[in-house]
């Protein structure tokens, strides 16, 4: 995060302090640019830096080519969020609700799909499904988007779960002592507050979904990573295709965790820095590292 | 069903095996890297906290794939060639690095102020600052977010079986092809990977019961 979050572990250094300092920031800084003139040195030495090998990302056909991946890529993302969030939401209900047979069944499921590879869930859904019915034919689309919202309803289940968990008690005793039952508790008591508490965690979600969604390179759904796929199967500029596809991803990410951040910042200035939010960003950003 | 289990016995323990290793191999290499990554975040000279930012934010978001076929098939490009495990395995550490580093930082920062403070006006310097003082008590805090990291490996290299390596979710791919036999199979590596997020929960438990036994005296203090 920000730079006044970062405690500081040393003290103001003195003049024998700051040239240490200024020393070891010479050499690190020498040695960083050591390694990038080797990494520019190991590309020419390959030929991997001839203009035309990279020129062609500059042709605006392979650049649109590209913009549909990334428009696949949010598409796949957003059509999974909009399911799979308000499924975590109910798994979640489900988990706390005071029904033994409903909360076993619903941790059940969170607990499998939370442990269990999303590629696993993809090829089992490639062959599982051919032989469901006949002639029974999903489009390339929902072999993605569907495990994706199945292993990420898990994970968002645990986000609403915490985030109902960090409503504070006196809200749940002052509702219950106002006479309300457990549904009109939950719909205007605790799920707003809920709500606020999640909201940045749900961000911060959207990236593993966004990350997820690359395995159309595995279901051949022409999103970004697949569409890097078949360029490189033309072109066969391996390197310069992956490379740039990889920083789409990054940046594409980052503005999405630079979003969630400010999102918490002021979420945290407004309930006079609970601390429960960060907590669970970091924790949901812990879990899933695909 | 069983003669498939009966007949892939080997098989599937094999890729079982790699998936343990590349886990286990990912998840000590993460640890190593982030835990350094995360010095250079907090250190006095501020290149190597540049450096240690940048290296985060790309590998926190870089997909684990992309990572992966990058490695794969983009360095041989340029001359460096692995082998497929290793493959796998430096994209595990690269990635799994990054969500170390932010859990170590964050374990940091729930070690109070004056810890610190009291290092230094013992006359400590930086390093025995934070050998002996912080990085001590920060791991107590990171044993459960470093549970989650290790199951995030874990789940993390199921994706070598996309560039090719022989893990269980690639061995399970290749009989369900071979059996068409695919919920069964899928249930059954399902499996594997439970049981090892489950046991990876249990130590991680057993390990915050034993050290919160022996904090006693840290409690009060605060």
Redesign the interface.
């Given at each position: 995060m920000s730079a006044a979050q970062t405690r500081v572990l040393f003290d103001e250094p003195g003049p024998r302090g700051r040239v240490t300092i200024v020393v070891s920031s010479i050499a690190v800084s020498l040695l960083v640019v050591a390694g990038l003139v080797a990494a520019v040195l190991q590309f020419r030495a390959h030929g991997q830096l001839a203009t035309d090998r990279w020129q062609l990302f500059l042709d605006p056909a392979i650049i649109r080519f590209l913009a549909e991946g990334i428009g696949r890529t949010f598409l796949a993302t957003g059509v999974a969020a909009v399911f799979s969030y308000p499924l975590g939401l109910v798994l979640a209900l489900g988990r706390l609700s005071r029904n033994g047979v409903v909360s076993r069944v619903a941790g059940g499921w969170v607990e499998f799909f939370r442990s269990i590879p999303m590629l696993l869930v993809v090829y089992a859904f490639l062959l599982a499904l051919p032989r469901l019915g006949q002639g029974f034919v999903l489009p390339v689309f929902w072999m993605l988007v569907v495990p994706m919202i199945l292993v990420s309803s898990a994970s968002t289940a645990e986000v609403f779960r915490a985030g109902i968990r960090a409503v504070e008690p006196g809200q749940w005793e002052a509702a219950e002592s106002l006479g309300m039952e457990h549904s009109t508790l939950m719909r205007l008591v605790v799920l707003p507050q809920a709500f606020r508490i999640v909201l940045p965690s749900l961000l911060t979600g959207l990236v593993s979904l966004l990350k997820d969604s690359t395995l159309g390179y595995v279901v051949s759904y022409p999103e970004l990573m697949q569409q890097g796929k078949t360029l490189t199967a033309y072109y066969s500029y391996l390197i310069q295709t992956y490379l740039i596809v990889a920083v789409i991803y990054v940046l594409l990410n980052l503005a999405l965790t630079k979003l969630a951040e400010s999102l918490q910042a002021r979420g945290n200035r407004k309930t006079a820095a609970r601390p429960a939010g960060g907590q669970l960003a970091a924790a949901i950003e812990a879990t899933p590292a695909q | 069903m069983i003669e498939i289990l009966r007949d892939n016995a080997g098989f599937l323990a094999q890729g079982a095996l790699v998936t343990v290793l590349l886990t286990v191999i990912g998840f000590l290499g993460a640890s190593v890297l982030g835990t350094v990554t995360a010095i250079f975040?907090?250190s006095?000279?501020?290149?190597?906290r540049w450096?240690g930012t940048i290296y985060v934010?790309?590998f926190?978001?870089?997909?684990?794939?992309?990572?992966l076929?990058?490695i794969t098939?983009?360095?041989p490009?340029?001359?460096?060639l692995l082998p497929l495990f290793w493959c796998g395995a430096v994209g595990l550490i690269l990635?799994?690095s990054a969500?170390v580093c932010?859990?170590v930082?964050?374990g940091?920062?729930t070690v109070s102020?004056g810890q610190?403070e009291a290092a230094?006006a013992l006359g400590m310097s930086?390093t025995q600052?934070?050998r002996l003082i912080?990085l001590p008590q920060a791991f107590r805090k990171m044993i459960?977010?470093m549970v989650?990291?290790f199951?995030?490996?874990?789940?993390?290299?199921?994706?070598v079986?996309?560039v090719g390596v022989s893990d269980i979710?690639n061995v399970?791919?290749q009989l369900?092809?071979r059996y068409?036999e695919?919920?069964f199979?899928?249930l059954l590596?399902?499996g594997v990977?439970?049981l090892l997020?489950?046991g990876a929960g249990g130590v991680g438990g057993a390990l915050e019961r034993r050290l919160s036994r022996s904090r006693i005296s840290s409690r009060g203090a605060k």
């Open positions: - | 975040r907090v006095p000279i501020a290149p190597l450096v934010e790309f926190r978001n870089i997909p684990l794939l992309s990572l076929v990058l098939f983009g360095l490009e340029i001359g460096l990635s799994g969500f932010e859990t930082r964050s940091i920062n102020l610190s230094r930086f600052q934070l912080i459960q977010p989650n990291v199951i995030g490996v874990l789940i993390g290299s199921s994706l079986a996309a979710t399970t791919q369900n092809i068409a695919a919920v199979l899928f590596s399902g990977y439970l997020a489950m």
